[in-house]
């Protein structure tokens, strides 16, 4: 069986940390499942966790006037979904379904805005690593917007 802390290392937005800042941020975590269909998080909710996605597939999606439910993105094994658990409000910006079942480690936001309060440093360390996923988010966001209204003309 795998640690969590060499799990946690595997994903991108956690790469080139130390062995002890991973296994301070692997101590937040553990295991979730999720099936096929089954909701993560709720846009306006409470954002008081986030995901490494380890199998499956996540997607984001936003409600859109006119349009209903729109997938903003698929997330895949590695990548992270939620990075409003770090930022105030602490609210889903997205809603995330389980496209198919997932397996995930889940880490509690509260325990490692606790940590990053008592270590600067590595609250810096984080925000700047989920910063970097908030604009490739919003990005993709945007772009996806742009896609759904602009192919019907000036819906």
């Known amino acids: 069986m795998r640690l969590l802390e060499e799990i946690v290392s595997e994903s991108p937005v956690f790469d080139g940390l130390t062995a ?44 859109a006037p006119a349009r209903g439910s729109v997938v903003i993105e698929t997330l895949d094994p590695g990548e992270v979904v939620g990075w409003s658990w770090l930022f105030p409000p602490h609210v889903w910006q997205f809603d995330a379904r389980a496209v198919e079942d997932v397996r995930a480690v889940a880490f509690d936001g509260a325990c490692l805005r606790g940590k990053c309060e008592a270590d600067h440093s590595l609250g810096y360390e984080l925000m700047q690593r989920f910063a970097s996923v908030m604009i490739d988010r919003l990005q993709h966001t945007r772009l996806r917007l742009l896609d759904v209204y602009g192919r019907n003309g000036d819906s």
Request: hydrophobic share 40%.
């Open 20 to 63: 002890d800042r991973l296994e301070l941020i692997a101590g937040c975590a553990h295991n979730a499942g999720f099936a096929a269909g089954e909701r993560l998080f709720r846009e306006g909710e409470p954002a008081d966790t986030f995901y490494l996605v380890r199998k499956g597939r996540v997607a984001l999606s936003t409600h």
